[in-house]
């Protein structure tokens, strides 16, 4: 069927996601780079997010559903694990991490610094002061989480863990996030650890927020 097409940007957390699966299962891919909000992207995704999987004649989009798509198709470590309890746990913080997490991390905290809605481009220090104390909650909750283990979902590697790294990646370059961090040394070492892994320096992304494609 030929190579997995990953269309995105390794500067979008959610792409990265996907190649760092990719990495992990020993996948051959390509990963073809589009602007955020691409035709390209629209053509697939109804909202126009990247990334989108391109397998032979099979189109996909959604980070987790292309993950899991990718896991289950090829051989390699299994990412999401089969047994049910350790899956189950995968999918709890895949979706914590996407659906609370993300809204603050990313979209809020990290956009505030790296697309402000201010007039002179300047991060928009109303938006960031409103959402540090959730920024310092959340890095705390995550912080508990990975005590015991160093790990999201049991003492593995998964498909949790993937989810929130590119993630961490950027809020830990950030003043506040670094500041949270500090006061947060479980997470701070899980960080370290992981980030050695091969999967994430192969999706080391490029500097700077990803770039838009101009409205039509
Ligand atoms: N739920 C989607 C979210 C994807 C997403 O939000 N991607 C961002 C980049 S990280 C995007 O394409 N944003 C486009 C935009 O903001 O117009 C997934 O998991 O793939």
Redesign the pocket.
Known sequence: MGKPEIIGSLR????RVVCMACEEKGIEYVLTETL??SSE?FAVHPF????LLRHGDFEL????AIATYLDRSFPGPQLIPSDPRLAGVVEQWVSLV?TVMDVTL?RTYLLAYAAPKTTDGKPDRKAIEAVVPAVRQQIGILNEAVAETGHLAGDQFTLADINLLPILYWVRQLPEGADAFAAAPHLAAYYERHATRPSFKATTPPSGP?S?AKPS
């Open positions: 979008s957390t959610y792409t955020l909000g992207l126009g997010k990247m990334p989009y959604e980070s987790k996407n990313t990803p838009r």
